[in-house]
């Protein structure tokens, strides 16, 4: 039997340093070390009693069955009500889709929308897998190199110098993994405005952390500060960080229906 080649685009990228750094601190705690483990996002409370109850009842009812790909109509209208309780901006099912987990919901959105040397561009700091999902699905990562003068946030500055006619999407993580930057109105704002010179471009916002911030007030979602730019938004959350439940995997995102359409396609 000849020796198995793994794929080129595995080759392409790189063992998740958070998923490497985890195990680590598995190894070390099971030496009876005591270690304050801040590798992957997980929320450090239990999922909520009244979420665990639901899902054993949900099980016991025989909920357990394939459903449809763009998730049962209960499913469908939490998740709407949610993002419209959340940020004001209303979206119709056939504008969201669900996954399992945040991650496979950004990963399978570039395996829709990327050919080879499109572009993404990925503010650094970043969480670790944006730039490797983005060469699993043959895109160029274009990193933007965020500084502390900027709070590692992405200036329309950077942000204009970044863009150009092979630019398939800008990513922005608010509140930011691993900075915790969180972007203002008013920055938002500054980046819509470079954005509209450029009608091609797609924003992906991972909102994922929204609900963990201890400043006043509340996230801002681009969406809600830049309405014109709802059809080439895809806003991704998920459950695994506001309810501690990473390991469930539930993620889903909002955006215009053409590309959502396209994910599902996938799913
Ligand atoms: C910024 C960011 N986005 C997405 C994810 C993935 O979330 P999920 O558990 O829903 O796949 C993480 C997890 O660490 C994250 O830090």
Known sequence: MSEFEPASRVSRIKQSASVAAAARV???????????????????????????????????????????????????????????????????????TIGGGAKQVIFTAFMASLD????????????????DMVLANEGTPVVVT??????FKLTPEALAGALNERTKWVILNTPSNPTGAVYSRSELRALADVLANFPQVYVLTDEIYDQIYFGTGRISSLVEVAPE???RILAVNGVSKAYAMTGWRLGYAAGPAHLIAAINKLQ
Do not use: M, N
């Open 116 to 131: 080879a040397g499109d572009e993404v561009v990925v503010p650094a700091p970043y969480w670790v897998s944006y730039p």
């Open 146 to 151: 965020c500084g502390e003068e900027s709070g």
């Open 229 to 231: 730019l709802k059809g």
């Open 26 to 96: 598995r190894e070390l705690k099971a030496e009876g070390r005591r270690i304050l483990d801040l590798t992957v996002g997980e929320p450090d409370f239990d999922t909520p009693e009244h979420i665990k109850g639901a899902a054993v009842e949900a099980i016991s009812k025989g909920e357990t069955k394939y459903t449809s790909v763009t998730g049962t109509p209960a499913l469908q209208t939490a998740i709407l009500q949610t993002i419209e309780l959340r940020t004001g901006i209303h979206y119709t099912p056939a504008e969201i």
